[in-house]
């Protein structure tokens, strides 16, 4: 129940992998780790505590690596997306929509920080409405979405992939002006805790990067790229130039989240409102002047448009792959839209829209982690590129450090730490 896909660029992808055909896919899904919920967790990090967080960042984007490699290369391998693969699984119907509500809802919270991030950067540069902006980029998300489903993966991952580009600019511009210390930024590499409050925000950057929906896509991803590719030398090449991709990807993704964290923590230790988007781009303003809180607000307006195209597709997948049923495009996607924009409508404060979604995704995090390192390691149904011993042993611990760093955030969340 996917959406049509040209068999030709599977065919001239696959034909140019070694030579980096499999570029793209990699790329787009790792948008996720640069939407709003991420510069809010970094830009506070680092105004609150310096360069105490940097380890988190560097092991947050480590483990990243492991988890969007092992859903691409499910993709490449079944020919299907984790959610196809899941729905296939589910013995009983009751199950299976239990499941698909627990999906639909980490799509729901992945949009609220999104649109909600997209609405705030247009406020900042044009003075638009939260409302009219939380429209406005959910409208963007479907033309992006539907361009996806009428001229396929290639011109979507060029659009996302532009996006990209003007994030990091935007987000890292401020480092060419702002003195950045590098003795305090290597002994941040030193995993520790300040405090409670040091706890809370490290769960949030490793929640705002690996995310549920991210895992959900890479597999859909690849697979609208290449089918299915059986064992053989192409499959090798293909996964070979995976990895290459998914390297590329998490290094531009970490570099820019680094980046993020390292500019606050230059420019605005303890500086009052850094909590919130809005003040830390004031707070930009007052220290690097309005060039670079321009583009600090452009960068976030790209993260914004580009991260919900993506929510938007991994909503969609989530929807045909566990209820195998194709609706049109715009029910698909106002599914999980419309709480963002009820959120905005009702002047919910958009921090608290954050820290909620931030919430519903780390209790995501499990249902998307765990059966996909499980059905990686099976061989009936990886074939030779299923995963050995030491990726298996690697994969276990990444999933239990982030869901016990996610259960960490639950409990600090609801107990006010």
Not at 377 to 401: H, I, Y
Request: glycine share 12%; proline share 5%; charged share 10%.
């Amino acid at each position: 129940m996917t959406p049509p896909v040209d068999t030709t660029d599977r065919t001239r992808a696959r034909a140019r992998a070694g030579i980096g055909g499999a570029l793209g896919p990699a790329m787009v899904a790792g948008v996720a780790y640069l939407d709003p919920g991420n510069v809010a967790s970094n830009a506070s990090a680092g105004a609150a505590y310096g360069y105490l967080l940097v380890w988190v960042v560097v092991l947050a984007n480590v483990m990243a690596w492991l988890v969007q490699y092992l859903s691409a290369k499910l993709g490449i391998v079944t020919g299907r997306s984790l959610p196809a693969l899941l729905g296939e699984r589910f013995r009983s119907r009751g199950a299976r929509y239990a499941y698909w509500i627990q999906a639909e809802l980490v799509a729901m919270a992945t949009d609220i920080a999104e649109v909600i991030g997209g609405a705030i950067a247009l406020n900042l540069l044009f003075g638009l409405p939260l409302p009219l902006g939380g429209a406005i980029t959910g409208v963007v998300s479907i033309v992006l979405l539907a361009l996806h489903s009428r001229r396929g993966p290639g011109i979507f991952e060029r659009v996302v992939i532009g996006m990209v580009t003007i994030i990091a600019i935007g987000f890292c511009a401020g480092l060419l002006v702002a003195p950045v210390d590098p003795g305090a930024a290597i002994g941040g590499l030193v995993p520790r805790f300040a405090d409670a409050g040091s706890v809370l925000l490290a769960a949030s950057i490793l929640g705002a990067t690996v995310m549920p929906h991210a895992i959900y896509a890479h597999s859909a991803l690849t697979r609208d790229r290449f089918g299915r590719v059986d064992e053989g030398p192409e499959r090798r090449r293909i996964l070979r130039a995976t990895r290459i991709d998914v390297t590329i990807a998490l290094a531009i993704a970490g570099s820019v989240n680094l980046g993020i964290l390292l500019l606050a923590a230059a420019t605005l230790p303890g500086v009052a409102g850094t909590d919130t988007l809005e003040g830390a781009h004031a707070a930009l303003a007052a220290a690097l002047g309005g060039g670079i809180a321009t583009l600090f607000a452009v960068g976030l307006l790209a993260s914004g448009l580009a991260s919900a195209s993506v929510g938007a597709y991994a909503g969609a997948e989530i929807m045909s792959g566990l209820l195998r049923v194709r609706l049109p495009l715009i029910v698909r996607r106002l599914v999980t839209l419309v709480p963002a924009l009820v959120l905005l409508a009702v002047g919910a404060p958009p921090t608290f829209a954050l820290v909620l979604s931030q919430v519903v995704l780390s209790f995501g995090i499990p249902f998307a982690l765990v059966p996909l390192v499980r059905l990686t390691t099976r061989r009936e149904l990886m074939g030779d590129a299923v995963n050995g011993r030491v990726t298996t042993a690697l994969a276990v611990v990444a999933a239990v450090l982030l869901i016990g760093l996610n259960a960490t955030l639950l409990v600090l969340v609801a107990t006010g730490a």
